[in-house]
């Protein structure tokens, strides 16, 4: 075989490079299809989650079970002229559930290395969903209650080195419980008592003191990739009655990982709510941690388990129809305990369904789920912004 001439090669080799750099100058960026450009235009002009300065629409939900809330609030990021951020909203919902909230947020290290964050905020929930305390809580004992609430507090939140954070705060605590306004329901007292339902009798004002550890590097803000691990560590004081003291502690661990270009995305999320009660205190009922609804147990009604310990496993696979749309499968499982040594993976409630995800870079902007296999039939919800 005879043997190629090396300047011919080299000849070869550099007409098929400047052809693939024409072919790299004539290249466009991929075009955006109708349903991305309208979710960037509803993002970029503040409805209802980014962060557009000046007056803007609230809408979404103000918590699991209220429905969809309307209103509107007012930011800035530049308050009297320096780097301090206001926020002032107020929304309501068609069934009358109302809050709303002012924050004023300002760095006080260079370069925003701490931020200090003080707010205040009344709320009136008066359809809450209650069916027990603890794992064996029945369907047949759905009831609902008011709460009617003030919060204020402030917090500080110091950046440690990358994605690593630490703060800590404290808040003053004014609840008010009792029946609900749901006619289709019967109220609580209709069905529990302070010893079936700890604090529905009366509620004292609470001191609660909290420390947290925040770990967040995912990428982008919808994530696609990276993890956001939280720690938090709360002691509730009751400051009345000397009767309802507690410490909780929640640990919050999500990952994400993306293949084929990070149009498949795998999320798996782990909670986990324990509490410490000294032997001469009770945990209020409205204060435990609860399983049930659009962000957790997905085949469950809101607020379906509530106790003292909680357990939640959650697992997503996401996939991109097109650019702003993409499909999700998703499975739920998790449990409530009266004590600490049961929460364990035996008995896990659980649930399975698909759904639908409209989002940008910068989050989920509507979130539809039916969620199925569960003991508590099926439920179809439909949410603005994102669930983990």
């Not at 909230?101 to 003080?118: C, F, H, K, S, Y």
């Amino acid at each position: 075989m005879a043997a190629q001439d090396p300047q011919s090669e080299d000849s070869r080799a550099g007409t098929l490079k400047a052809e693939r750099e024409k072919k790299q100058q004539n290249l466009e960026p991929p075009k955006e299809n109708a349903l991305a450009r309208a979710l960037k235009a509803v993002e970029r002009g503040g409805v209802p989650l980014i962060t557009r300065d000046g007056l803007y629409a609230k809408l979404g939900s103000l918590t699991t079970g209220s429905g969809f809330a309307y209103g509107a609030g007012y930011r800035t990021h530049r308050f009297f002229e320096r780097d301090a951020g206001i926020d002032l909203w107020a929304g309501t919902t068609m069934t009358q559930y109302w809050a709303a909230q002012a924050r004023l947020q300002m760095p006080i290290a260079p370069e925003g290395r701490i931020v200090l964050n003080t707010y205040g905020r009344r709320h009136d929930y008066p359809m809450e969903d209650f069916f027990g305390i603890g794992p064996d809580s029945a369907r047949a004992d759905h009831t609902t209650f008011r709460v009617l609430a003030t919060t204020v507090g402030v917090r500080a939140n110091g950046r440690v080195v990358g994605p690593l954070a630490v703060g800590g705060g404290v808040e003053y605590l004014t609840p008010s419980v009792g029946d609900g306004k749901d006619e289709k329901v019967p109220p609580i007292g209709d069905v529990f008592d302070d010893e079936s339902a700890p604090g529905l009798a009366s509620q004292p004002d609470f001191v609660r003191s909290l420390a947290f550890v925040d770990v967040d590097w995912r990428e982008p803000r919808n994530a696609r990739r990276g993890g956001w691990y939280r720690a938090e560590w709360s002691h509730y004081e009751d400051r009345d009655q000397d009767l309802y003291s507690f410490d909780r502690f929640d640990l919050d661990l999500r990952q994400f990982f993306s293949v084929l270009s990070e149009r498949r995305v795998f999320v798996a999320r782990a909670f986990i709510s324990t509490s410490h009660t000294p032997g001469d205190q009770t945990m209020p009922f409205y204060l435990m941690p609860s399983l049930g609804g659009n962000d957790s147990l997905r085949g469950f009604r809101e607020y379906r388990f509530r106790g003292p310990h909680a357990l939640l496993l959650q697992g997503e696979y996401r996939f991109e129809i097109w650019s702003g749309l993409d499909a999700a499968l998703f499975y739920d499982a998790g449990k409530v305990e009266m004590r600490r040594q049961d929460l364990d993976l035996n008995g896990l409630e659980s649930d399975y369904g698909f759904g639908f995800r409209f989002n940008t870079d910068n989050g989920m902007i509507l979130r539809v789920d039916s969620a199925f296999g569960s003991r508590d039939g099926k439920h179809l919800w439909i949410v603005f912004g994102g669930t983990f």
